[in-house]
């Protein structure tokens, strides 16, 4: 395997990482949206409190992977989704700070003016995720020389938004599992329904959007099929949708959640594999693509990185690990809680 | 308008907002460490309270610093897209790394830090105040090597028409890499200082939790002191002559220099007047510049009129900027000198007049890692990476004015809100001050 492919890898497990963690505190924030109930709202918020933050950061060094291994699509995807991008930064920034502001003052106004933000904040960003990786799968206009030459209604075409939603709802259902894990009388009895809701939704978004894909982006199935890592993404996507409302059902909402992960993993792996070794397909002309050659770092470059990421990533995992133990079991909430 | 200068706009205005933050979060931070650190070994109560009050005023300084710096992390790829392509060879790595290196450990020990004191052993939550501090200090460290090598780039060559990385520990330290860590983290822990000096000074002055506040006070103005008297010698002197000999035309702009000669005289005062460049009103101390940057009296120094004009920075802007920030440094020098004394007298707790002053003087740290930081990107100027690209060539081509105007006013509103509600709690906490004393927190 060369470094080009490497690094596609290692992007594709940051970008993975990011789906898992912080979608379901994404997922989080977008069912609070729908919850009236202070105490609920408290649960809901020190659920994710102390790990979000953390979760944010697979996107902060995705961003920063991709800037050093692929410069070329981080300058030409970014600027090119700018407007989208410049939305997508400020629901961020206020996400960010409502942890923090929300509960400082105590008057209905204030609450009621952060609860807004941090959910809309959680939205956006959910469905803009989905929104990028439809303009991915279908292609960007991507001239000769790899700039980018369409404009901002572009991003927001039909099929792109189908995938949107299908990451709103992705998201929306891991967080309710999450949530299920975390709370407990009252406030557990009121996310279940959303939890088996939101599945459905998600199964019939996606079987929606695989469908369109074939016209929308036919070039992505070329020798798909015949690819046997192909297959295996594909049952294991099949075997981990199926067993998330088979361990709702029996309350193992650990195992649950373990399975939605192993959903969006498998979708992430099979959309990368359909785009390898293209990183941004031009709808122009196929030829005039982004490729994890035409657009990558030199050698030298990416044998630097490569070990920042061998000696760096396994202990953030360890350390994850560690820390989300610490946090583990119900929601108590304390003075120092949000 | 332009792009070229709506992007310098936003750039301006995005990482100047996002810079008062991060000084002030690693300066507590390591007063965090101090404080916690003697909480362990004493085993008393008031250092726990102590680490708790500044821990929210940590927590909410922290979490603006992050949300305001998502931005920087995607915005060169959003508005610099030429400078992105050109260097993306070498400029990335080190922001990937300060990822994995240091945003997700302070991230992620925040959280137990804030969250987790009575879910781990003490020893573990030490671990977790250091783990953050270390964190915040390694990410400072990552951000300057890239900042450093757009101003002393090493390590590269230009090649497929673009910079390319040809030896990794060449391009982390380059020139100005150390020496920039020091100065910029050492003002990070003059910036925390001030603020628990300042912090305490207050609940001392409304006889509040006064017994609290003197212990925090004391540790804040020794600390202080050693870090003042750090940034003059040897880190501000040091930078000042590490760009003497590598940005000579910077070095004239912000010593004020417009004609070149031996027995350069330094500016401790002046009032710039351009054009043309001049200085009015000006007390000068002469042949010390020359000595400052080149351990010579007799050295000759490179003045304005040596370089060509249009590779010049702005004059006035680096000059006062700089100027300024020294002046800072020599009031911080100053006012923790006065403490210092004050405290061995044990008289420090009855001259009002002082405490207040340090109460005033809380953003004044802030204020001068804004200025020194202007004079050194603005005194980088015409060029983006130094010798090497200019910053109107390095915008994205295919954003329209339009566009960045937008931002531009999304960001100013986002920020203005953003600052003024910082501001405004950040008084609460402190007005509210730390929490009382309790018998034993009973938890259900
Ligand atoms: C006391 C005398 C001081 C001297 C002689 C001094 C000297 C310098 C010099 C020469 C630079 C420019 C470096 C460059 O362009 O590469 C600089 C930058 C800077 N200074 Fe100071 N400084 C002093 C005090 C302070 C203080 C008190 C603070 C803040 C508390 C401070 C914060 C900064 C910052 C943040 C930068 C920008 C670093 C960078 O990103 O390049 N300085 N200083």
């Known amino acids: 395997m060369d470094l080009n492919t490497i690094w596609f890898l290692l992007i594709g497990i940051l970008i993975m990482g990011y789906a898992v963690l912080d979608g379901f505190d994404l997922g989080v924030g977008v069912l609070y949206l729908f919850t009236k109930d202070e105490t609920a709202k408290r649960v809901y ?31 030409t995807v970014f600027s090119g989704f700018y407007i989208p991008f410049m939305l997508l930064l400020a629901a961020l920034i206020f996400r960010a700070v409502s942890f923090e502001f929300r509960g400082k003052v105590s008057s209905p106004g204030w609450k009621k003016l952060w609860d807004y933000l941090f959910g809309i904040g959680s939205l956006l960003p959910s469905i803009l995720f989905g929104i990028a990786i439809g303009n991915i799968i279908s292609g960007l206009p991507i001239d000769i020389s790899g700039n980018y030459v369409g ?26 599992i999450y949530l299920m894990m975390k709370s407990e009388g009252l406030v557990k009895e009121k996310v279940l329904p959303y939890v088996n809701r939101l599945w459905m939704a998600f199964v019939l978004l996606y079987a929606l959007t695989t469908f369109f894909t074939f016209f929308e982006a036919p070039f992505q199935f070329n020798g798909l099929l015949n690819n046997p890592l192909f297959w295996m993404l594909f049952v294991l996507l ?5 067993l998330i409302p088979v361990f709702v059902k029996a309350n193992k909402f650990f195992k649950a959640i373990i399975f939605s992960s192993l959903t969006i993993i498998s979708m992430i792996g099979l959309t990368a594999l359909s785009l390898f070794p293209r ?45 989300y133990r610490v946090f583990k079991g119900k929601v108590v909430i304390t003075k120092e809680s949000y | 308008m332009d792009t070229v200068l709506l992007s310098r706009i936003q750039f301006a205005m995005t990482i100047g907002f996002h810079f008062l933050f991060p000084p002030v979060s690693i300066g507590l931070a390591w007063l965090l460490v101090i404080i916690e650190s003697f909480g362990f070994k004493r085993k008393e109560e008031v250092y726990v309270r102590l680490g708790k009050f500044f821990g929210k005023i940590l927590a909410l300084t922290f979490s603006v610093g992050v949300a305001t710096g998502i931005v920087m992390e995607f915005q060169f790829g959003t508005n610099w897209a030429e400078y992105s392509k050109f260097v993306g060879d070498i400029f990335g790595a080190p922001l990937a790394a300060e990822g994995v290196f240091a945003f997700f450990l302070e991230s992620t020990f925040l959280g137990l830090y804030l969250f987790g004191r009575d879910k781990v052993s003490k020893g573990v939550h030490l671990f977790s105040i250091w783990m953050v501090t270390i964190g915040a200090t390694i990410s400072a460290f990552w951000i300057i090597v890239a900042g450093s090598w757009m101003q002393t780039p090493a390590g590269y060559v230009i090649k497929n028409g673009r910079a390319e990385l040809t030896n990794f520990w060449d391009a982390v330290f380059n020139p100005s890499t150390v020496i920039r860590f020091l100065h910029t983290i050492d003002a990070a822990l003059i910036a925390g200082a001030f603020m628990v000096a300042g912090v305490s000074a207050y609940l001392i002055l409304k006889n509040k939790e006064t017994e609290l506040a003197k212990r925090s006070m004391k540790i804040a103005v020794y600390f202080g002191l050693i870090v003042s008297l750090l940034e003059l010698f040897p880190f501000g002197h040091e930078s000042g002559r590490e760009v003497a000999k590598y940005q000579p035309a910077k070095f004239a702009a912000i010593q004020g220099l417009y004609t070149s000669q031996t027995g350069a005289p330094l500016a401790v005062f002046a009032i710039p007047v351009m054009p043309p460049p001049e200085l009015k009103a000006k007390i000068e101390i002469p042949g010390l510049l ?17 370089f060509p004009s249009n590779d010049l920075p702005p004059l006035f802007i680096t000059f006062v900027s700089y100027h300024n920030m020294v002046v800072l440094g020599m009031l911080f020098i100053l006012l923790m000198m006065i403490a210092t004394y004050l405290l ?13 002053m340090f109460v005033w003087a809380i953003p004044l740290p802030v204020i001068a890692c804004e200025l020194g930081w202007i004079s050194a ?42 600052g003024y509600l910082y501001l405004y709690l950040l008084v609460k906490e402190i007005k509210h001050g730390p929490e009382p004393a309790l018998v034993k927190e009973v938890l259900s």
């Open chain 1, 45 to 75: 918020l020190n659920s994710i409190g102390p790990v979000w933050d953390g979760n944010e950061v697979w996107l902060l060094t995705g961003g920063g992977a991709l800037f050093a291994a692929f410069p070329i699509v981080y300058a």
């Open chain 1, 151 to 176: 404009n901002f209604l572009d991003l927001l075409n039909p099929y792109s938004i189908l995938v949107g939603l299908v990451s709103l709802s992705f998201f929306a259902m891991h967080g309710s």
């Open chain 1, 238 to 242: 099949l075997v981990s949708i199926v």
């Open chain 1, 279 to 323: 990183l941004v397909p031009s709808n122009i002309d196929l030829d005039f693509s982004l490729t994890i050659y035409n657009a990558s770092s030199s050698k030298t470059s990416m044998t630097a990185m490569l070990y920042i990421a061998l000696i760096g990533m396994p202990i953030v995992i360890a350390y994850t690990i560690f820390v």
């Open chain 2, 290 to 306: 020359s000595w400052l940057a080149f351990g010579d009296f007799n050295a000759k120094v490179q003045g304005i009129n040596d």
């Open chain 2, 344 to 356: 061995r007298k044990n008289k420090l707790w009855d001259t009002k007049i002082l405490l207040k």
């Open chain 2, 377 to 418: 990107e603005v005194g980088r100027q015409p060029w983006i990476v130094y010798n090497v690209m200019r910053t109107s060539d390095a915008i994205s081509r295919n954003v329209p004015a339009g566009d960045i105007l937008f931002s531009i006013i999304l960001f100013a509103f986002i920020y203005l809100l953003i």
